[in-house]
């Protein structure tokens, strides 16, 4: 079997990593421990902010289906990532780091006047309590110019992220995207990402769910919100009847995965998270690796799980150790 290759689109968020102190956070008028979004301006002072208190923050590429596909790199598979930056320090490091650890930059930094790069600026204050600081900049301007049919050749497996399907513009992109991935032979799918953002869109989801996507993954949360119901068997139903594999995510609880007739639930060994941050992201990586490599459902579902605790188990959204040894120690290849 050649190896096969995948495709994401999704939002290109640089991580800043910057250690700082309580007094800072005070004078900085930054809530402690919670995701906070914010504007340009805020964003230009805050960035200015860490960058005079530290030599240097650690830059980590991030958003969440990059966050997949750097997982589904180090397992072994092809992959590249369609996604927004400018031209600016952040854009051009996002750019090079990405192609560094393997994954294909498909489009180059966006030069000109344009909004400036996504970033997250994390304070972490010695105490290991993270304070996100999310300016969204130029990645959700995502459109159908950055998705080129060309790319597609090849491809086995799309992935999108729900984030971006906040605009006309993102939803236009994963159209076409799709379209490019079905004559490529290659199957769609897309995390729903955000109860919020499912509720914003919800009619516009349940046409991509029951149309053009071949797999789905969502948590309770997700899977209730875009049926707006309140049992989750209910929403298990109607999307099953929607979409030809359907998984449902269910935190320390058994994963539930449907394709046609056929339903399985992956086991999840529960453990305390080090840092709860990518598990989804990450549990979609093992599905998919397990998915493209022809696994059965249930493996696939496993290898999920087993990936996702991976990543909770220590502090970043990317995997440290080697899962493909993980999957090998437990039998699944
Ligand atoms: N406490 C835990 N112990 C072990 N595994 C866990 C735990 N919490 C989550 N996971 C794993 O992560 C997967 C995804 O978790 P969850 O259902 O919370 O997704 P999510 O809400 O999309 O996550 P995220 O916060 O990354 O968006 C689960 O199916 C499970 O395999
Ligand atoms: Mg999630």
């Known amino acids: 079997m050649t190896t096969p290759y995948v495709i994401g689109i999704g939002n290109a968020i640089m991580d800043v ?24 301006d805020r964003a230009e002072v805050l960035t200015g902010a860490q960058a005079a208190e530290n030599e240097k923050s650690r830059l980590v590429p991030g ?29 051009l490091s996002y750019a090079e780091q990405t192609e560094a650890s393997g994954t294909v ?51 086995d497996w799309l992935f999108l992220e729900g984030y971006l399907f906040d605009k006309d513009m993102g939803k236009a992109a994963f159209l076409k995207a799709a379209d490019a991935c079905h004559k490529a032979g290659g199957q769609a799918g897309i995390a729903l990402s ?40 209910e ?11 359907v998984i449902c995510t269910r935190s320390g609880e058994d994963a539930i995965l449907i394709r046609g007739d056929e339903r399985v639930t992956a086991p999840v060994n529960r453990i305390v998270p080090v840092d709860a941050t990518g598990a ?24 999920g799980c087993i990936a996702a605790a991976e990543v909770i188990g220590h502090v970043g959204a990317r995997p440290e150790s ?8 437990e039998g699944l290849i």
Request: aromatic fraction near 6%; glycine fraction near 12%.
């Open 194 to 233: 955000d109860p919020f953002c499912v509720d914003r869109h919800r009619d516009g989801f349940r046409r991509l769910v029951a149309g053009p996507m071949d797999y789905v993954i969502g948590n309770v949360h997700e899977w209730t919100s875009l049926y707006q119901v309140t049992d989750l068997e």
């Open 280 to 303: 989804g992201d990450q549990f979609a990586a093992g599905l998919i690796y397990g998915l493209a490599t022809g696994a059965p459902l249930a493996v696939a579902g496993r290898m």
């Open 17 to 40: 990593i910057a250690p700082t102190s309580d007094a800072s956070l005070a004078r900085l008028g930054i809530e402690k421990g919670i995701m906070q979004l914010i504007d340009r």
């Open 63 to 91: 958003g969440s289906v990059a966050n997949t596909l750097a997982g589904l790199g180090m397992m072994g598979l092809r992959t590249a990532f369609i996604g927004r930056v400018a031209g600016d320090p952040l854009g």
């Open 235 to 245: 929403a298990l139903r109607l999307a099953s009847a929607d979409c030809g594999t």
């Open 105 to 155: 930059f498909v489009n180059p930094p966006v030069a000109g006047e344009v909004l400036p790069t996504s970033r997250s600026i994390i304070f972490v204050t010695p105490d290991g309590e993270r304070s996100m600081n999310t300016y969204l900049g130029i990645s959700a301007e995502l459109g159908t110019d950055d998705v080129n049919p060309a790319t597609f050749s090849g491809a």
């Open 322 to 329: 080697d899962l493909k040894t993980a999957f090998r120690a």
